[in-house]
């Protein structure tokens, strides 16, 4: 085994641009949309009852 | 006629063909300037990469991958334009939206509501898009012009006139569309005939190229270049890309947050997913073919010379995609900057909805008209505007804008001096380098130095001035106006059991884990079979 630590850095880096922007959708999801969605989900399942 | 004429003719037509098309759907200015806001996660995602991967990429970029080695520019300074990239998607270009902006210029009179502001803003705007939309067409128009063996004005006049009917008659309906076609071209380049350039170089042989020329798979390259540079060009990406015009008006036809968060995520993949791709092929040239000359003929050969006659069509329609989808979103932006901006607002018209959709039109005539006349002159003074003019934003609008969003003291005085001291000093520093006058230690160049004197000029007078009782009670109103609020609003206007907004919730969820997931196949398999 040879590795290359720069070859790690050039995909690794790929790799963490599509990490950082699900790590940001995740938050903006989280914070901004799980409370409504959980509030639908209690009334529909409220309803439902 | 010759094949590669074929292509170059069909191409175009098909694009006019679209556009014209489209029109049917300009009803008015909203349409016009935004396709009413009815962008998909394909529309969006396609006119974004499309917009992204210029001939910079496909040339000068696969260039300097081909001869010094694909870590040069791709470890860190591409990195920086794809985090750039997120950046102009989720947080700058999300947040205009949610204030209702159609272009940029938006942004900055609803904020300081000040002549002054806007009419610098404007001016950087339009020397920024048109100097960085002129200098690519002539550079890729150039090689286009020896490929199919057409005069160069010909070319011009072809390519303009083609930007003009679909700027003018569809508007953003028409960039959005035709870019997404591009879009699919560019695809074709890096998810096919890349790899079947690296297959024909083979995976060892592409490892190898670091015995035959030392360095190639390192970070300073076979040139040896030095970790300042690539610390610099990560910093100018990253600030270039954040607060471009081209990158953050794509979000604004997007129909919902969903889609601007699915784009965020899927659109940012295709950044470096098109780019590395065309960079590792450019390097499996350097194994095919070695000694090209000028280096940045690299994938052109590749394309014409190593693929089959199908293939290579495909490669020179993306090379023209390249071009086109990168000018067409300058030019339709220069194009609204002067109907909208200067025009309606700056000289207070008031035009109905009919006249505002023609005074558009009227611009884009006026746009593809200059291009034409200047890309086809070349004058000198094109060549120097192109130093500067990309980098502009990075040094004019991203502090000012970071801080308008960010900032309650932010104020006209404050943005105006950021934008006037950032773009001045660039200019004058860089002109003094250039001309032997001052140097710079490693790693420092005149972008960084411009971006550090505005930055402190911005924060010096955002402490020195008060911002008015407009400024204060218009951050207080935009720190309300949220992307996330206005789309659940319409999504429970349209279905008050929120069943869509639950699906859509889940679906920006499920695009997410596929992503990651074929992130991490891609990259993995790379990493495992040229880093190990």
Redesign the interface.
Known sequence: MDFNPYVLMLFGNALLTTVISSAVVAVILLREYRPTIRRLKQTNTADRR | MDITLWIFVLVLAAYVIVAAGLTRFIRNSADFYVMGERGSTVLITGTLAATFLSAVTLMGIAGISYSEG??VI???GS?GA??GT?VAV?WIGRKMKAMECRTMMDFFDRRFNNKWVSVVALILMVIGLLGYGIIQLIGAGLVLAEIIDVPFPVIIVAFTAALMVFCSLSGMYGVVYTDTMMFFTLLAIAFVISPMLIDQAGLENLRGLGERLPGY???AGADDRSLGWSISQFLVWILFFACTPALVSRVFPAKNDFVI?KV??VG??F???MQ?MVYLAAGAMQVIQPGIEPADRAMIVGFMDHTNPVLAGVGLAGLMASIMSTASTLFVLTGFALARDLYEKLFEKRLSEKRSVLAGRISQIVVSLIVCVIAIARPAGIYWISIYAGSIFAVAWLPTIVAAMTWRRANATAALACMLVGSISFIVFGELERHDVISYPAGIDNLMIAFVLGTATLVALCYACRPSSYELARYEEMKGQ?M??IT?GRFLDSDA???T??RE?RR??WV?AA??VI??GL??F??VR???
């Open positions: 694909p870590l791709g470890a860190l990195f794809w985090l997120l989720v798979w390192t970070l968060l965020a995520i940012v993949f950044a470096p997913a590395l949220r996330a609020e659940i059991s929120g069943a907004l639950i919730y920006v969820w997410m992503m990651l992130a991490f990259w993995g790379f990493f040229l880093g190990l």
